[in-house]
């Protein structure tokens, strides 16, 4: 045991996160009598917060590589208001729609990462700017509500898949199917990772450790899975954020354009040594993050059922508030798309538990930046004890 807690000793911020998640949980499972793990505020939880975790994807490459994004609230305004009118004005088909807002969302990130990548404009006022110029776009273009938008629209963030193949005692066989795959593919990824760092003569942790992990992954997946096929069964939107979670960690952690990603972030100068085309890497860096804005965009409109001028308000404050909850450095260089979701997961359930519980918006706002500021001073003194021993 000395291994295992030597290993965790030195990884306490890793694995202090899902710590954190798990206690939050469980303090708001308490405080509102039970009514946080009902199946129907899981699934709602999943939906309401989906945004976050698609946004936290692109965030945290944004982050990793040394930038900032100030801008994706707005262009989330911006996105989500003309796909509606493309739909309602326009009288396009839902799936069009989607893809010239996807379009449109890489037209935005390509003009903002042109403005860093090749003039050299620091991300902070290039996406400062952006935020006012669409902003104000979002405003013109929607004067009034746009609503009355196409059902199958509607059911990207508030349909689930069709019950295909019906019950087995009581829970949907779709959803205990995907989550038994899921699982799989789980353990699968991290069994071979681990596999792959030992043939490298690279360090692994504890083997106790690593069943101990994957026991608890499963415990937790398990739950949800059990929870949402004894509901309405699995989110449509809840596949999309899955797909997302596992392209952008294969893309950056198995990529050249992931390496880096973190090459530049880690050190600019050694980076432009090395030979990396650290303009292209920029640019591709916002390109995504627009795509990944548009994305949100369709996500948050479907949810509503209509575009508003004031949709994605403060969301850039929430992705980068679970980027930095999850582990990501403010300097740069240091994060993974796991640590973001976890985030993203402990800013979904503050929400919820806050909202079950009446509790009054600001003072959400407060609690959320209280447990925002603490998660980076706990970081920040986990690595000073680092350096110091």
Known sequence: MTAVTEYLGKNVRQYGIWGALVAIVILFEILTNGLLLMPNNVASLVQQNAYVMILAIGMVMVIVAGHIDLSVG???????????????????????????????????????????????????????????????????????TIAGLPPGFNAISNGYLPNSFGFMAGRDVVTVTIGVLALAGLVYSQARARRTLRKHDLAVEPFPAFVGKLVLFALLLGYLTWLLSGSNGMPIVLIIVGVLIVAYTFVLGRTVFGRHIYAIGGNLNAAIMSGVNTRRVNFGVFVNIGVLAAVAAIVTTSRAGAAVAAAGDSYELDAIAACFIGGTAVTGGVGKVSGAMIGALIMGVLNMGLSIMSVDPSWQKAIKGLVLLLAVAFDLLNKRRAGAS
């Open 74 to 144: 707005s262009v989330v305004a911006f996105i989500g208001g003309l796909v509606a009118i493309m739909m309602d004005k326009w009288g396009l088909p839902w799936l069009v729609a989607v893809l010239l807002g996807l379009v449109v969302g890489a037209l935005v990130g390509a003009w903002q990462g042109y403005w860093v990548a090749y003039v050299g404009i620091p991300a902070f006022i290039v996406t400062l700017a952006g935020m006012l110029i669409f902003r104000g776009l979002a405003i013109v273009l929607v004067g009034t």
